[in-house]
Nanobody, 114 residues
């Protein structure tokens, strides 16, 4: 059964940085496009960044230039480096496979507040 375990969230001030990690228990991890999603209170979950098996990336306009997604296929890990954080980035962040979304992990809370 595929499982995602997210970590690295926390509380930061505007302008701060965080690095999120996702451990994916999935066979042949390297063939899957991986994505980071977020869900803010009262809003729908949205895809903010994704990365293909060979490293091509895509970002939502709201995070472009501030967030960087990366992966380590040898470790079945996906990362999200978040810089210049804004209060509107406050959300629970999840990872998953965008082409075929699977069961969600618990996510990791990111709070940006002064």
């Amino acid at each position: 059964q595929v499982q995602f375990v997210e970590s690295g969230g926390g509380s930061v001030q505007p302008g701060g940085s965080l690095r999120l990690s996702c451990a994916a228990s999935i066979s042949i991890f390297s063939i899957y496009r991986m994505g980071w999603y977020r869900q803010a209170p009262g809003k729908q979950r949205e895809l903010v960044a994704s990365i293909s098996g060979d490293g091509s990336t895509h970002y939502a306009d709201s995070v472009k230039g501030r967030f960087t997604i990366s992966r380590d296929n040898a470790k079945n890990m996906v990362y999200l480096q978040m810089n210049s954080l804004k209060p509107e980035d406050t959300a629970i962040y999840y990872c998953n496979t965008p082409v075929r979304v699977r069961s969600w992990g618990q996510g990791t809370q990111v709070t940006v507040s002064s």
